[in-house]
């Protein structure tokens, strides 16, 4: 089975499209994502329509929690709680119901999906060093543990018998085709970067593809209409930052 890892897409829907027409070419079987495809950015209704065409599993992310009020809106900073609050006043009630539906975490073949960490899901903590890495892993019974929320790629391996760190890929260049090691008390962490607002530096669309039996984790980065999507937040009142950052990626 061939996976594509879909996190943060954050309403932007000129970096989503781009995406999967990217993906159009890479023969995949199940769309997973992993939370926060609201929020930020000015199409989210659009963004939940492409998901469910694609019949994606997918999480809850802090974002969604905030929309749906049952995160308070303390948790988040001023430019992200105002685009709560605008997403909020956007969404059907079904659409609404539909996020709903989506769980804090979930199983789907070898996948484990969160969108930050596996052990206190609820508390979306910023998965960002080794320690936190390896509790995630140490607490995730499937083969991968897929998690965003830091807008930050990464592939990290760990081994269950020794408990060790095998290795953590950060690098661009590395990420872009990472084979696994075929161990099978292996786990592996993989966090696919951000659709919609990436913060690596890097303003291309992030995603993620795996591919179970080849072993290979490949993150992608795909180009995609920035000014469109910058325009649209701006127009739609939501607060200018939120269209500044895509251009950087920061
Ligand atoms: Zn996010």
Redesign the pocket.
């Known amino acids: 089975m061939r996976y594509a890892v879909l996190?943060?897409i954050?309403s932007n829907l000129e970096a989503l499209t781009a995406v999967l027409d990217a993906l159009a070419s890479e023969r995949i079987d199940r769309y997973l994502c992993l939370?926060?495809a609201i929020?930020?950015g000015a199409d989210p209704s659009a963004c939940l329509e492409r998901l469910q065409a694609c019949e994606a599993v997918a999480v809850s992310?802090?974002?969604e929690l905030g929309c749906l009020g049952t995160l308070d809106l303390d948790w988040f900073h001023e430019a992200a709680k105002a685009a709560i609050l605008w997403t909020r006043d956007h969404l059907s009630f079904t659409e609404l119901n539909l996020l709903r539906r989506w769980p804090l975490k979930t199983a789907e073949g070898p996948c484990t999906l969160v969108?930050a960490t596996l052990r206190h899901p609820e508390r979306f903590e910023y998965l960002i060093d080794a320690g936190q890495a390896v509790e995630t892993l140490a607490w995730c019974q499937t083969p991968f543990c897929l998690a965003?929320?830091?807008?930050l790629p990464c592939v990290v391996e760990y081994d269950r018998a020794s408990r060790q760190l095998v290795r953590v890929i950060t690098q661009p260049q590395e990420l872009a085709d990472v084979t696994l090691t075929g161990h099978s008390a292996r786990r592996v962490l993989v966090n696919p970067g951000?659709i919609?607002?990436p913060r690596d530096g890097d303003p291309r669309a992030s995603v993620a593809v795996i591919d179970e039996e080849a072993r290979r984790v490949s993150i992608h980065r795909v180009a995609y209409d920035v000014t469109a999507a910058q325009q649209k937040i701006r127009q739609a009142g939501l607060p200018g930052l939120l269209a500044d950052r895509l251009a950087v990626g920061r």
């Open positions: 996190s943060d954050h939370g926060d929020g930020y992310g802090n974002h969108h965003g929320h830091t807008h951000s919609g607002q």
